[in-house]
């Protein structure tokens, strides 16, 4: 069965370093996700994107996050300059319809562990 | 802001028991998805619920849809251990069209 790929599985970046969380979504999705969980805590909406752009942010994604395209295949999420909160599990998620279809749910990888030293 | 409650948050039981986990809110869902999230891993998807009152068998598992999209639950039947995991209800709010995660239920079933 087709899944999302997400790398690395873990990444350990100073703190005001630049990090990118890649994904590879199902190849025939076209909606994409990115949602971030702090330990402990519970799965946060990031940020939506569809038709190479941003369709839905949630106030966490603020103007240090930027999500790419770059090509056909990968999904990426930038964090400019990382601080210590931004440590979490970072997840990805793609469907083939927009979310509030219920018939089109989303599939998630497995994440990216960021900690920030 | 739109929460989605779950309830219990934490619950530890005995191989063969039955339970059940509530979801609840105050807004209404234009669908409901639960999920099994293991640790290092993402939420896999185990069933969506459209339709008021609508009900969904996954084995043991049975979904139900509150009769006004508010709130869900999930009642296992004779738990295994391999039922162990953390629970989570989502959904999309049908004013905001937010996708919204629940707090989670955390399940340990005994052996």
């Known amino acids: 069965e087709p899944e999302v790929t997400q790398t690395p599985s873990h990444q350990v970046t100073q703190m005001g370093q630049e990090v990118i969380l890649r994904c590879v979504p199902i190849?025939?999705?076209?909606?994409f996700y990115w949602y971030r969980q702090i330990l402990g805590q519970k799965v946060e909406f990031l940020v939506s994107f569809y038709n190479n752009e941003i369709s839905e942010k949630s106030e966490i994604f603020d103007d240090q996050f930027s999500v790419e395209r770059p090509d056909g295949s990968n999904f990426t999420l930038k964090i400019r300059s990382t601080k210590l909160e931004d440590s979490a599990m970072y997840f990805c998620a793609s469907s083939s319809g927009p979310k509030h279809y219920s018939n089109q749910p989303q599939h998630f990888g497995d994440g990216t562990r960021l900690s920030i030293l | 802001t739109q929460l989605l409650e779950q309830s219990p948050q934490f619950l530890s039981i005995q191989e063969g028991e039955n339970l059940t986990v509530y979801c609840n809110s105050s807004?209404?869902?234009?669908?409901l998805q639960w999920y099994r999230q293991e640790p290092g891993e993402g939420p896999v998807l185990l069933v969506t619920v459209v339709t008021g009152g609508e009900v969904k068998k996954l084995k043991r598992l049975t979904f139900q849809f509150g009769d006004a999209r508010k709130d869900s639950s999930l009642h296992i039947t004779a738990a295994q251990t391999g039922d162990t995991g953390l629970y989570l209800c989502?959904?999309?709010?049908?004013?905001?069209?937010?996708?919204?995660f629940g707090t989670g239920t955390r399940l340990k079933v005994l052996a």
């Open positions: 807004s209404v869902f234009s669908s």
């Open positions: 190849s025939n999705h076209l909606y």
């Open positions: 989502a959904g999309t709010d049908s004013g905001t069209y937010k996708y919204i």
